[in-house]
């Protein structure tokens, strides 16, 4: 039911995101993306 209303299905959470439950939504930790693109550009 989650998946059809494009609901999150058992986000765990990743380095440089954040979720907010109430609002049910992922937006940018700054502070840790800035940790991951410097991983990726290596």
Do not use: H, W
Not at 11 to 40: H, M, W
């Amino acid at each position: 039911m989650k998946m059809e209303k494009g609901e999150l299905i058992g986000f765990q959470g990743c380095l440089g995101y954040d979720y907010d439950p109430t609002t049910k939504s992922i937006s940018i930790n700054e502070e840790e993306a800035k940790i991951v693109r410097y991983i990726f550009k290596r």
